[in-house]
Structures are given as structure tokens and as C-alpha cells.
């Protein structure tokens, strides 16, 4: 499909789309001009008697209710707030070179440039358009404009209105591409995104498009949960219509952006073709990288109170450190000393924190601004405020589970040396997990116990291991009582439970459509099982051993997150060793590992 065919098609579906819109408006018009008729009949002695009076005011009455009821469905589709992304606005006076490459860009391709950018933490870019009136109130007086990081707001400020002042819809960045990718790259990847600011010039595929979120709008309003019965019967009334609206013209919509986005990639093959199949190897690349970065090194700082305030600088840290790994990655390294676009910014490191904040709040649900409870963290800090931290807040909480089963009475420990039996010690838990197991050769033990963690091994990393199976009646408990203590801790301090400051409501398109009470919007994971808390807690304690009695130190791998440094060298081979004991009951694999890292596990450690 070329430029034309596609403009051609999404033009067609436009008008589609508005034939629709004059339908829904003839037919509130329509009792009103049975009235008319009735009324001027009347007024020329040709429709009288009988029961033409009664018609007249039965027609007159349905016309007034159907005008009414069109016009509270009108008001509430024009003034609804259609929905719009979370991002972090650039200014042009603070990413200058950026600008420049999207306004040339724009004029390469023949199209109206952007009339501003912005980015989201996420790994992808798009065009939105922000012309709602409802979507550009004023900001707030001595306030940051939409993360709460200090030094943002000078840079940001204005960007509404100028956004709301033109019909050309806003340049949505993911921040990832900036960080890992070449400034030439960066460009070709966005060549098809600016390429469709053409056909949204249109007024007839703008005209539709306004009027498809404005009815999406309208059905999120009535939607909305109230308690006011009043509004409750009409908004209701609404919804209806609007959702019968959205219905007709929902295949067109979806015509008329196929068009557009055909035509946007037509028009874009002049610009950059080679290098758009390079830049695109590199998007697959930086999602893998930026999905494994948020999952497994930011999700546990989230869950403790702290947010990286670096994660795109992270992820090329994540990516360089996928390329060393990866054979099939190796020439991504080279790519590294050729100018990042991160460098089109003019601060890239109050840009990388508001991102980074924006993330925890759509990935996690965290506060809009740092307060005691929620601090930014280096990745120099990490290993020590959040590995270490993690680490003896987990073995705490795991002795805690344990003080309490035993002081039941029905599954209590047994002491293993004549120290005290309540101790927190890594002896205490592996007693607590180990199935007594009938006396055998020592060269029996010793197979049976390589048996178990091949098995425990291949489970591990193949994932076919049932996820909620623990070896033991005791290991169940211990699980139980570990997901008890979890959820109660998240009612009672849950991070992204906290309310939303008073001055954010009324921020503009960046913040105030948020709806607070649906935040995390994008959960990275499902909850954790009760076998899945068990591992994590006893890893916890065995890492927490390893560096109160070995000198082990907390680490942090980029592909990994938290990892335990022996003698400088990442410790890859707990993770099976942990299993066989809580699945199987059988504490050889990991005594054995125990006796070779030098680590003692019948000597207290020190938990937060």
C-alpha cells in the first residue's frame, strides 16, 4: 500500500466515522422536526382536529426530552478528558539537538513536525494528541510539574499550552531508545512515528479521531464508580450511547489508523532504510534488556522503599553486560563509542531521574515524589541500602515466622547444637526444613544428594518443577506463616497504596488523569507463591550466613539483581541448591556448598 493508497483508505474511514457522527445527530434531530411539522401544520389550520392537538403535544414533549438527553451526551463527549499517557515532557530549551533532529527529520519527510516530546519509560514511541482544552489546566504555583524531582520544573513549565495551542500531536519517546541507542538510530527508529503528524494534519481524520476519544472518554466517565444517584440514572443513559457509538465506528477507527500507519511507513522507507533495520535489532534488544532490568534488579528496590534513579543509564549497563555474555551480541559493543542520544539532552540526568520515578510509579504504584519511605538510591548504594538491606529483612522476617510456629508448640525446631535453639542461625532453618531421612553409607549420601539436585537443578531452570510444591509438612507451615507475615505488611505500609498529594489533581495531561486507586498500571508480576517467598527467604538467610562468617560481600548483576560475591566472584549456583532443601527436605547439596564457601551455619547473624 503506498503513501496515497493509505491516505486514501484512512481518509475514506474518516468520513466513515463522521457519517456516523451525523447519523446519531439526525436522529436527535429527528423528533424535533416531527414537531415542527405538527406545530407549523397547526399555525396554517391544515393539521387540526381530531387528535392532532394531542399529537402536536406528545411530538413537542419527546422532542424536548430527546434534545435535552443529546445535548448531556454532546457536553459530556466534548468535555470528557480523553485518556492519555503518563510521560516526562521535554522542553525545547533543555534537549535543543533533539528538536532539531525531529524538526528535520519532519521536514525530510514532507510532514508537520511535532508540536512537542516527551517520554515514556517504557520501549516504544508513539504520536498523541493533546489538543483537548480539558487537558492543559494550569500548573501549580511552586510545584514540580510531573515527578517531584527537584530542578524539573523551569525546564517544563509552559509546555502544556504550547502543546494545546497547535494541532500537531506530541512526539511520546520511550526513554530506553535514548540511553542505548545512536543518535542515527534513534532517528530512523522515530522516521515512521513523525511520518504520521501527515495524515493527522487532515481535518477529516482529525475530525474523527477527536470524535472516537471523546466517546472512549465519555464511557470512562460513566463508568466511573459514584455515589450520587442523581448523576448515577443519566451518566448510565450516557454510557449507553456512547458505547452504541464507539461499536458502529469501531471497525472504520481501526481502518482509518491502519491507513494512516501505512501511509506513515510508506512515506518513511525514503529516509534512513538501511540503517531502520539495524535501529530496529536494536529495540528488541533494549525491551529484553529494559524488561530483565525492571524485573529483577528494580522490583526489589521498589518493594523495599527505594527507587533507582538511574534505570536508563541501568540498561545500558544491562545491555553492555548481555553483550559480553551473549556470543551472538558481541558487536553491540562497538556500537558504544559512537555518540548516545541521550547526549540531545541537555540534562540527561534529571531527565533519566523523572523517568526512572515515573517508572516506579506505573510499574509498582510508588508516590509521585520522594518522602522518608521512598528514596532515590544510586547504583553505587545499591549492593549495600538495597541487597544487604533486602537480605536481613527477609531473614528477620523469616525467624519472626519461625518464633511464632514454635511458640505454637506443633512444629517446633529442633536444636541441633547446645546453643540457644532460637537463635537466628542458617542451622536453625535448615533443621526446621530437613526430612529425617534413614541412616545410610556415606557413599550412598553422597549420590542420593547429586541425584536430588540435578533434579532440583533441571526444575530450577527449565521452570517444570510444580511451583507450589514444599517437601515438607513443616515446610508448608513455614511457607504459610512466610505469605501471612508478606500480606500483612503490605496492607499495613503498602507503597503504592499511599494517597496522592493534595496539589496533584489538576496537573495537566501528565498526572491528573491518573487514576490513583488502579496504580500500579502496568504490574511487572504476578504475586509471589508460597513456595516462590520460601526460596527467596532462605536464599536471604544463606547469603546473610555467608557474609557475617565468610566475608562474602552483596552485589548487584545487571541481568540478575542481587547476587552474593565469594572472593569477588558472583555465587551462580545457590539457586538449586536452596530448592532441593525445601522442596525435598534433603540439606546435603546445600551443607556441601556450605563446607566449600567456608561459611558457618550454626553462627548467629545479624538481621535489621
Known amino acids: 500500500m503506498g503513501v496515497e493508497a493509505g491516505a486514501q483508505v484512512a481518509r475514506s474511514r474518516a468520513l466513515a466515522v463522521l457519517r456516523i457522527r451525523g447519523r446519531a445527530l439526525a436522529v436527535a434531530l429527528l423528533p ?31 422532542a424536548l426530552v430527546v434534545l435535552l438527553a443529546a445535548a448531556v451526551v454532546a457536553l ?25 533532529l525531529v524538526r528535520d527529520l519532519a521536514d525530510r519527510l514532507g510532514v508537520p513536525a511535532p508540536s512537542a516530546i516527551a517520554l515514556t519509560p517504557d520501549c516504544d514511541s508513539w504520536l498523541e494528541d493533546r489538543t483537548h482544552p480539558a487537558n492543559a489546566p494550569p500548573a501549580p504555583e511552586g510545584r ?61 481524520i482529525a475530525a474523527a479521531r477527536r470524535f472516537v476519544r471523546g466517546l472512549d472518554a465519555a464511557v470512562a466517565v460513566a463508568s466511573a464508580q459514584r455515589r450520587d444517584p442523581v448523576s448515577r440514572v443519566p451518566l448510565a443513559g450516557v454510557g449507553w450511547v456512547a458505547r452504541l457509538l464507539l461499536r458502529s465506528c469501531r471497525v472504520h477507527a481501526a481502518e482509518m489508523e491502519r491507513g494512516v ?27 529484553a534488556g529494559w524488561d530483565r532490568l525492571l524485573t529483577r534488579v528494580a522490583l526489589p528496590a521498589w518493594r523495599m522503599g527505594r527507587w533507582p534513579a538511574r534505570l536508563d543509564a541501568g540498561v545500558v549497563a544491562a545491555l553492555t553486560e548481555l553483550s559480553r ?25 534529571l531527565v533519566d531521574e523523572a523517568a526512572s520515578l515515573l517508572a516506579a510509579r506505573l510499574f509498582h504504584g510508588g508516590p509521585a515524589e520522594t518522602g522518608p519511605d521512598w528514596a532515590p538510591v544510586d547504583w553505587q548504594e545499591y549492593p549495600e541500602e538495597v541487597v544487604d538491606r533486602k537480605w536481613r529483612m527477609d531473614a528477620a522476617r523469616l525467624h519472626r515466622v519461625l518464633d511464632a510456629l514454635d511458640a505454637s508448640g506443633v512444629h517446633r525446631t529442633p536444636a541441633a547444637a547446645p546453643q540457644d535453639p ?35 537443578n533441571d526444575e530450577y531452570e527449565d521452570g517444570d518443577g510444580d511451583d507450589e510444591r514444599v517437601g515438607s509438612e513443616r515446610g508448608e507451615a513455614l511457607a504459610a506463616g512466610l505469605s501471612a507475615e508478606v500480606a500483612r505488611e503490605e496492607a499495613a505500609a503498602p507503597v503504592g497504596g499511599q494517597q496522592a ?20 498500571l502496568f504490574p511487572l508480576q504476578p504475586p509471589r507463591t508460597g513456595r516462590e517467598l520460601l526460596a527467596d527467604h532462605v536464599t536471604a538467610m544463606v547469603c546473610c550466613a555467608a557474609m557475617d562468617t565468610a566475608g562474602a560481600m552483596p552485589g548487584l548483576d545487571w541481568l540478575d539483581g542481587p547476587s552474593l560475591l565469594l572472593n569477588g566472584e558472583r555465587a551462580a549456583d545457590l539457586g538449586p541448591k536452596v530448592l532441593t532443601l525445601i522442596e525435598t527436605g534433603d540439606p546435603a547439596p546445600l551443607d556441601a556448598w556450605l563446607r566449600t564457601t567456608g561459611v558457618r551455619p550454626e553462627k548467629p547473624v545479624r538481621l535489621v
Open 32 to 62: 424535533a422536526a416531527a414537531a415542527v411539522v405538527l406545530l407549523a401544520g397547526g399555525s396554517t389550520d391544515h393539521l387540526v382536529g381530531g387528535g392532532w392537538h394531542l399529537a402536536r403535544w406528545i411530538t413537542s414533549v419527546a
Open 501 to 520: 498529594p493534595a496539589g496533584l489533581t489538576g496537573q495537566g495531561p501528565d498526572t491528573a488523569l491518573w487514576d490513583e486507586g488502579s496504580l500500579p
Open 144 to 204: 514540580d510539574e510531573i515527578s517531584g524531582v527537584r530542578g524539573l520544573r523551569p525546564a517544563f513549565q509552559g509546555q502544556r499550552r504550547r502543546a494545546a495551542a497547535t494541532a500537531s500531536p506530541v512526539l511520546v519517546i520511550g526513554s530506553p531508545f535514548l540511553w542505548w541507542m545512536r543518535v542515527g538510530e534513534l532517528r530512523a527508529v522515530l522516521a515512521p512515528v513523525v511520518a504520521g503528524t501527515g495524515p493527522s494534519a487532515h481535518p477529516d
Open 325 to 349: 555474555r551473549d556470543r551472538l551480541a558481541e558487536g553491540f559493543t562497538t556500537r558504544l563509542g559512537e555518540r548516545p542520544a541521550c547526549d540531545l539532552l541537555e540534562e540527561p540526568g
Open 76 to 100: 459530556v463527549v466534548a468535555r470528557a478528558r480523553p485518556a492519555m499517557s503518563p510521560t516526562v515532557p521535554i522542553a525545547e530549551e533543555s534537549a535543543l539537538d533533539l528538536y532539531h
Open 261 to 287: 500507519a501505512a501511509a506513515a511507513a510508506e512515506r518513511a522507507q525514503a529516509v534512513d532504510y538501511g540503517l531502520r533495520i539495524v535501529a530496529q535489532e536494536q529495540v528488541g534488544l533494549a525491551y
Open 422 to 456: 532460637d537463635a537466628p542461625t542458617l542451622s536453625r532453618v535448615m533443621n526446621h526444613l530437613t526430612t529425617p531421612q534413614p541412616s545410610v553409607t556415606d557413599a550412598e549420601t553422597e549420590t542420593t544428594a547429586g541425584t536430588a539436585e540435578e533434579t532440583a
